[in-house]
């Protein structure tokens, strides 16, 4: 069936400007994560959505990132007045409870 | 909070070496524990899964890990490894239905 889709798959953009990142998680799979993945920083925790409980937001880095999941569906991770230490592969993850199917990500370049 | 280290960063080995990455976490309580390998290019994907019952877990490509409970630790092994080995390891923990914590990630190299 079809897995965790991620848009887009690659945005370069200049510092200051916003972003939008889009994941399309399994259906009916209740939770959903935004992790992101630097060189030489593992894999670290941005923000997770379980059903319709509030969201756990505590490894947002700061006041620029923010995410919604709409209709317990689909997500947008927005990313304001990026600056060059943004630049990450951002991986969407989403788990019916236990373990994550992961999207393929979308590679942000700030220039 | 649930912490989980990889103690290697990167690991090099000739093929038919014998492989073992380190795992530990810092909860305590109920935890299911992860394997994920994300090979060059490619996205992030299951290895073995533990959630519950014997402690010596199967996974594919003939990868298997451990848990040791009173150590706090999962260890991914494999008696002989295959150049097609060379990816990136991560371990991850959850307790229960929360959220699941990564490691750092171990790199493993191959060489022919």
């Known amino acids: 069936g079809a897995g965790v889709s991620q848009s887009p798959s690659n945005k370069v953009t200049e510092k200051g400007k916003d972003v939008e990142l889009r994941c399309d998680p399994i259906?009916?799979?209740?939770?959903l994560y935004w992790y992101r993945q630097s060189l030489g920083q593992g894999l670290e925790f941005l923000i997770y959505?379980?059903?319709?409980?509030?969201?756990?937001k505590s490894g947002l880095p700061s006041d620029r990132f923010s995410a919604e999941r709409t209709g317990g569906s689909v997500s947008t991770l927005t990313i304001q007045r990026t600056q060059q230490e943004d630049s990450a592969v951002y991986l969407c993850a989403s788990s019916p409870g236990g373990l994550c199917d992961f999207g393929p990500g979308t590679r942000l370049l700030v220039l | 909070a649930q912490s989980v280290s990889q103690h290697n960063h990167h690991v090099i080995l000739s093929e038919a070496a014998s492989l073992e990455l380190g795992c530990n976490y810092s909860y305590g309580g109920t935890v299911n524990l992860f394997w994920y390998v994300q090979y060059p290019g490619q996205h992030l994907q299951l290895l073995l899964k533990?959630?519950?019952?014997?402690?010596l877990v199967k996974g594919i490509k003939g990868f298997e890990a451990e848990f040791i409970k009173s150590k706090f630790s999962f260890n991914l092994r494999k008696p002989s490894v295959q150049w097609s080995d060379t990816a990136e390891y991560f371990c991850a923990v959850s307790e229960g239905a929360q959220k699941l914590v990564f490691g750092q990630g171990t790199r493993l190299t191959i060489n022919p």
């Open positions: 959505f379980q059903g319709n409980s509030a969201p756990d």
């Open positions: 533990y959630f519950s019952g014997d402690p």
């Open positions: 259906s009916g799979h209740t939770a």
